[in-house]
């Protein structure tokens, strides 16, 4: 679509519209709203977009998004290295991190095993985790992977590949979220709760 | 807030959430988006935007935006220059355009009238609008500001300040919206839909 707008206007209206929920009309009311920022404002979005780029790298070790090598959580060594936590994304590190709580290293798949999408286990980051536990005396993997169809198949995946090393492996507990309602919660979830149920 | 990431990330992050409608959890899920695009992918998003503040200027006859001088439409011939329809920002002109209707010129106020923000008659783009109606043969001026507190009063303060001069003034209709319905309208639209009646 080309709005009748001149080709600068419409080339960032495109250009913007292919952002994750970003659909036409948000796109031409950001457009419009970078076109009356002062240059300088202008100037320092589009930096901060190509600095971020060229900066922020994944981390040889882990996978994790960073900006030096090797990140900030591979090279803390203050941090427990018996444990791994495998996630699926480097914002799932991030929501992990901000538990304060999990003190071990992590592992980023960037992505999942789904056969009905052609991804095998070849195409997600789990060559360089399977290295990292021969070389390293690791206790216990924690796989954090979503409670997903992908990410239930991709858990049962890893844990049949470790488990034989000897590792101690994990998975998140799945429920009813703090907050959450029985009466409202799928079956499911529901189900899992009551498998994952714990002796008070 | 830093949301633990580094800097290149926390600076794309701060930038993507000063846009309108972009919160700090859009502006983070629009960073990963970013960062995990083709490097091309990401320099076309960046040279978007510095092309299109470059390249795009106001009009200086109508305050239209545009990348020529004049705009496209101050200078088609084949338009009415009798008629003159005043709007309050260049996106009002591109929902005028779109209704491949109105053949007449514009006028963009970038702005309104509003004492209340201390917005005077001065601060809006109105000058060039009385150069324009002494120096060129217009017929009629059409007010199409917003049916808002401001956007009424300042299409009242143009009606009187353009009137004397023997011009034609009118205002684009207020009323139910097509598709409306009356039991839901709220009252003082329907009393503008009232007020605008025309007799079948």
New interface residues.
């Given amino acids: 679509m080309s ?7 419409n ?2 209206i ?3 519209s ?5 659909g036409g009309k ?1 796109a ?8 009356s ?1 002062d ?1 300088a ?16 790298k994944y981390c040889s070790v882990c996978g994790n ?4 090598e090797p990140c ?1 959580i591979c090279s803390d060594d203050t941090r427990d290295r018996s444990v791994i936590c495998i996630v699926e ?3 799932d590190v ?1 929501a992990m ?2 538990l304060r709580e999990y003190r071990g290293l992590y592992h980023v798949l960037h992505g999942t095993i789904s056969p009905m999408d052609g991804r095998g286990p070849d195409d997600i980051n789990l060559k360089s985790l399977i290295i990292r536990l021969q070389e390293n005396d690791i206790e216990e993997v924690v796989i954090a992977t979503n409670p997903s169809i992908e990410g239930e198949a991709t858990a049962m995946y890893i844990a049949r590949l470790i488990k034989p090393a000897g590792i101690r492996v994990s998975r998140i507990a799945h429920g009813i979220p703090v907050g959450g309602d029985i009466e409202y919660t799928d079956e499911v979830t529901l189900l899992k709760a009551l498998e994952g149920r714990r002796e008070l």
Avoid: C, W
């Fill in positions: 709005y009748g707008y001149a080709k600068p206007l080339v960032l495109k250009e913007l292919s952002l994750p929920g970003v948000t031409q009311r950001l457009a419009f709203h970078i076109l920022m240059d404002r202008a100037e320092s979005l589009a930096n901060a977009i190509l600095t971020a780029k060229k900066e922020m998004l960073t900006d030096q900030s994304t480097a914002r991030f991190e901000r």
